[in-house]
């Protein structure tokens, strides 16, 4: 078994010599916050996202896992604006103030930190320390059922054929590879099989889209609701929101019923599980308890999310207009 895993290890790594992504920052550093800081931006984010509008000026504003720590939650939301899923903006900093600025070197004590799973801490310990451990995203997930040919994506199966096959020489450049050949060979549609580095003893390369058989999605489902914007004294009144999906960020209130006012517009946005349609209406009167006021240049240092954007995109196109036909 070890010469055959020698040759499939030899192929893999001189495939990723050849082909891998190595220019991704967070692969040319052993610095444990930035890898930490990719890993959690890169679970729900294409790379691309990640790299070009959202990794360098995160570090910019904060350059280490103590200066997570020491900022306001409301500041790393801020710094998180835009890349959605804001749960693990939250997560970074419970985390950073659990460990003091330090990140743990062993598996265990970093799946103990909130928002870190089992996948992301040996990813952490394999690329900043080193250690054999293997990783199980998305991409491996994919590779590993195709190679063994297995029709359902069960974790603990998975997570025994990640041991199995684990190249515990070369943890680092094994599992980057292994990354890179499900983004780049072993794709959900079309896989390029005749230039996989496994394909001579790839058990599902016959018929490699079986593996795993896809799980049918179901509809995603249409929310609709009312935006509330209300406008007094030259500020708008905004609530900061403390429900679970977008904890902690700024935003204008929301209901189920039609408030009275007058109708700016609809929106709509789509989350991960279903898709929200708003009507956002200006009310007149003030509903329910505002956690502050706040005037446009105010507003534009608060975290909002990308759906409070809207409305309020919404709100000032219509106010232009009516400007404008006044004059």
């Known amino acids: 078994m070890v010469p055959f895993l020698n040759a499939v290890h030899d192929r893999l790594y001189a495939w990723y010599q050849a082909n891998g992504r190595h220019d991704l920052p967070w692969r040319q550093t052993d610095d444990a916050y930035r890898i930490y800081l990719s890993e959690i931006m890169l679970q729900q984010t294409q790379v691309k996202t990640v790299l070009e509008r959202f990794y360098f000026p995160f570090l910019k504003r904060f350059g280490t ?49 909130k928002g870190i799973g089992k996948s992301t801490a040996h990813a952490i310990c394999a690329f900043a320390y080193r250690q054999a451990l293997p990783i199980l995203d998305a991409n491996v997930k994919r590779v590993l059922c195709r190679y063994f040919a297995l029709h359902v994506k069960d974790e603990n199966v998975l997570w025994k054929k990640a041991w199995k096959l684990l190249d515990t020489k070369r943890p680092f450049e094994y599992n980057q590879a292994m990354m890179d050949l499900g983004s780049m060979v072993c794709t959900p549609k079309n896989p390029t099989c005749h230039v996989c580095p496994m394909e001579l003893t790839c058990q599902g390369k016959t018929n490699p889209e079986n593996y795993p058989q896809s799980v049918k999605k179901p509809k995603i ?36 019923e039609k408030p009275k006012g007058r109708f700016l517009g609809t929106i709509t946005h789509t989350y991960s599980h279903f898709k929200l349609e708003l009507q956002v209406v200006q009310s007149q009167y003030f509903i329910g308890t505002f956690d502050g006021w706040f005037n446009e240049e105010e507003i534009a240092s608060l975290a909002l999310s990308t759906v409070d954007k809207k409305i309020l995109r919404c709100w000032r196109s219509v106010m232009q207009n009516v400007v404008s036909n006044t004059d």
């Open 65 to 113: 896992l103590q200066s997570v720590a020491e900022a306001p939650l409301d500041d790393v939301l801020k710094a998180w604006e835009g890349l959605g899923y804001y749960t693990r903006a939250k997560n970074l900093h419970h985390s950073a103030l659990t460990c003091q600025g330090i990140l743990p070197k062993t598996p265990e004590e970093l799946g103990g930190l």
């Open 221 to 256: 489902p249409i929310k609709k609701r009312f935006a509330s914007v209300v406008f007094h004294e030259g500020k708008l009144g905004l609530i900061q929101r403390k429900e679970r999906l977008l904890h902690g960020l700024w935003g204008f209130v929301q209901t189920d």
